[in-house]
């Protein structure tokens, strides 16, 4: 089996942080969105941005002129053997090699899905959070938000008692406790024996092996948007809105998402990617009034337990052990 090796870069790095998104050509103007939107956020940031991938990516100007280095991966057999479906390759555990692949370059990677709107600054500060010795910090999967003790399906099949489940779309790694932990190496490990019996990929891999050893970051960072949450997300000034379901903004849809959002992400490809930028939509969301209504009874339902749930958190910059 043959690691993960860099191959090549388009600029040093000039920080000890970073972020970090993997990006096959395919999706590589939403993660170049996103990566975007985090330096216009961040003008004196104190971390790099990077995008990398199994494939040689094209220099994009709007990302030259951000500073946003390019880096290619060559994978070798690293992840042979390990789950996959008819819409994955193996890149799409190449988040899980980041920590071994970049540990002399940086100390702390946030990574970040492609599938994101960033709408805040403040990253820098989380970088610089207390981690509580642990190698991964993320926010737990949306499946718990508002029924905490619910049990992963993933768990069920296992046979194993409800604990806490993480997204990770967006996951703080500690380089060096990742590596101390091998964690990559021990999630390899896992995803072979039990591939049949596993429901997803490298989240799936990341919480079965570290089953709660990992430190809660506030929902406000990796906001699951879905019919009961969407609308908290404005009201709460969620720092990152994640697009989890199968319908993205950068597609023509039937008024799913705001209009701010979806008109970014059209002007945004319009000027950078115009081969990939979707037509307009006329229709807003309040326009179908029975996915408006279905939506506002959902978050009618949850909001004493999202309450409760976001009270855990009063300061987005403080981790937390997993209750």
């Known amino acids: 089996m043959t690691d993960v090796r860099l191959i090549q870069s388009n600029a040093p790095a000039a920080h000890r942080r970073a972020i970090g998104f993997c990006s096959d050509t395919r999706y590589l103007p939403f993660a170049a969105f996103a990566a975007s939107q985090i330096a216009a956020l961040h003008p004196e940031r104190s971390f790099d941005i990077f995008i990398v991938s199994n494939e040689a990516l094209p220099e994009i100007p709007v990302l030259a002129r951000h500073g946003i280095r390019l880096l290619q991966v060559d994978m070798g057999t690293r992840f042979a053997g390990l789950r996959l479906d008819a819409r994955r390759t193996e890149a799409v555990y190449l988040r899980l090699a980041l920590p071994a692949l970049l540990a002399e370059t940086y100390d702390r990677i946030l990574y970040l899905d492609s599938d994101i709107y960033c709408a805040r600054d403040g990253i820098s500060t989380l970088l610089d959070a207390d981690m509580l010795g642990s190698a991964v910090a993320a926010v737990r999967d949306n499946i718990q938000w508002r029924t905490p003790g619910r049990q992963p399906e993933q768990y069920r099949r296992f046979g194993w008692p409800s604990g806490p489940y993480f997204n990770s779309g967006v996951t703080m790694i500690d380089t060096e406790a990742f590596g101390q932990q091998d964690l990559e190496a021990r999630c390899i490990a896992f995803g072979q024996e039990h591939k049949d019996r596993l429901v997803g990929h490298d989240q799936t891999l990341l919480n079965c092996v570290l089953r709660g050893a990992w430190a809660e970051m506030s929902p406000r960072w990796n906001w699951q948007f879905t019919w009961a949450s969407s609308l908290f997300a404005l009201t709460e000034d969620a720092r990152i809105l994640h697009f989890i379901g199968p319908k993205k903004p950068w597609q023509t849809h039937d008024g799913v998402f705001p209009g701010f959002i979806t008109r970014a992400f059209r002007d945004f490809l319009a000027t ?3 081969d990939r930028c979707p037509e307009p939509t006329a229709q807003t969301p309040l326009q179908d009034r029975s996915k408006m209504m279905k939506s506002m009874g959902k978050h009618m339902l ?12 009063p300061d987005d910059m403080v981790l937390q052990t997993p209750g």
Not at 302 to 313: D, E, G, N
Request: aromatic letters at 20%; charged letters at 15%; hydrophobic letters at 45%.
């Open 272 to 274: 950078h990617f115009p």
């Open 302 to 313: 949850s909001c004493h337990k999202m309450a409760a749930y976001l009270a855990r958190f």
